[in-house]
């Protein structure tokens, strides 16, 4: 994120932006979720 505060105005009027959504709960807890399974994902198929 703050990589990015320099530069936000152009994905500010995007509407899948993560910037956008990252005030949002319900949105941040499916990003989670998401992240969990494809993690759960890698590390039974990888093997890591």
Known sequence: EQ??????AFLQDS?????????????????LSWDNLNYGWQRWVLGY
């Open 3 to 8: 990589a990015l505060a320099a530069d936000e």
């Open 15 to 31: 509407p899948y932006s993560a910037l956008r959504y990252r005030n949002v709960p319900w949105v941040n807890a499916l990003r």
